[in-house]
């Protein structure tokens, strides 16, 4: 089993990696209809402020030749880029994003609410609940190019995530700037980054983002099979920033007077928990990874022109 400290960083960057994925547009084709809603569905609505939205029998699937990212201090500019980028169902078609299910305790209504309840006295926010993302999308880069180097491909399985929270507001001093936290519970059937031709890989089976595994009665880090992380409830979500207890993440936009360039900042505090349930590199497999009690105060990060 890896040691938690040593590769607390490598965690961070594959967050990271996954969120620079996994966050690009969503869709170029979709098809969605409206329908009349069932006794079940009206059994859940009730009468209150803010807005609920369900969504049924949808689909989507986008495509992109290549998404790229450059710097901005070189002539030409060095670039980062995804070729062949994929979002689909794992097999060429649409992925869902419905928010019904047979299991009406897993799947409700995506709401968007405006109060004063979950933050710093004084703040409002909005708070979004996405309920989305309960069905698998599969992310799929063909060829992943680093300053006109070709590095190999990368794909990203089976992803699903319980119902996530975000909530955003203005900072609580009343300066300018952008406060907000995101909780979800995330599972990724494998990330995969093939090197060479061969097909050898990097590969991470069976990811876990939760808040807290260790709270499972019999849990054995080195041991996946006594990881019971189905239940929300009990494991709790991976959480970016914390409104709630006045460590949010932040965004800012400020001109650093030194060099006279404008910058946008960011700060994105984590606490949670990351299990693998199994790595590979190459021929050689290094059994599961379990990174418990995550907890970064700041990761500051600055982005200039």
């Known amino acids: 089993m890896f040691s938690c400290k040593a590769i607390l960083k490598t965690s961070i960057s594959f967050i990271i990696c996954v969120v620079l994925v996994a966050a690009q547009p969503l869709a170029s084709r979709s098809y969605a209809q409206m329908i009349a809603i069932d006794d079940e569905g009206l059994s859940r609505i009730s009468a209150q402020s803010g807005i609920s939205i369900n969504i049924g029998d949808s689909g989507a699937r986008y495509t992109a030749d290549v998404i790229k990212y450059s710097d901005t201090d070189h002539t030409p500019p060095n670039w980062i880029e995804f070729r062949n980028y994929v979002i689909d169902d794992g097999s060429g078609g649409y992925f869902s994003f419905d928010t019904e299910g047979s299991n009406p305790a897993c799947y409700n209504f995506i709401t968007i609410d405006v109060g004063t309840g979950v933050a710093t ?7 979004v609940t996405d309920t989305s993302h309960y069905n698998p999308r ?3 880069v063909g060829t992943v190019v680093f300053c006109n180097q070709a590095l190999g491909s990368l794909d990203i399985d089976n992803v699903t995530r319980q119902d996530s929270n975000f909530t955003i507001a203005s900072h609580a001093d009343g300066t300018y700037g952008i406060d907000f936290d995101y909780k979800t519970k995330m599972y990724i059937g494998e990330f995969k980054f093939t090197y060479n031709t061969a097909g050898s890989a990097l590969s991470f089976s069976d990811i876990h983002l939760v808040e807290d595994a ?12 006594t990881w019971d992380l189905s239940d929300i409830r009990v494991v709790g979500k991976f959480k970016v920033g914390d409104l709630e207890n006045g460590n949010p993440a932040t965004i800012d936009v400020a001109t650093v007077s030194s060099v006279n360039k404008t910058s946008v900042f960011y700060n994105f505090p984590m606490e949670g928990c990351i299990r693998v349930e199994d790595v590979t590199f190459g021929a050689r497999d290094f059994g599961p990874c379990a990174i418990d009690g995550i907890d970064v105060h700041h990761l500051n990060i600055q982005m200039e022109p």
């Open 214 to 225: 260790t709270v499972i009665t019999g849990d054995t880090p080195e041991d996946p099979t």
């Open 121 to 127: 006295a004084g703040q409002t926010t909005i708070v």
């Open 138 to 140: 599969y992310y799929s």
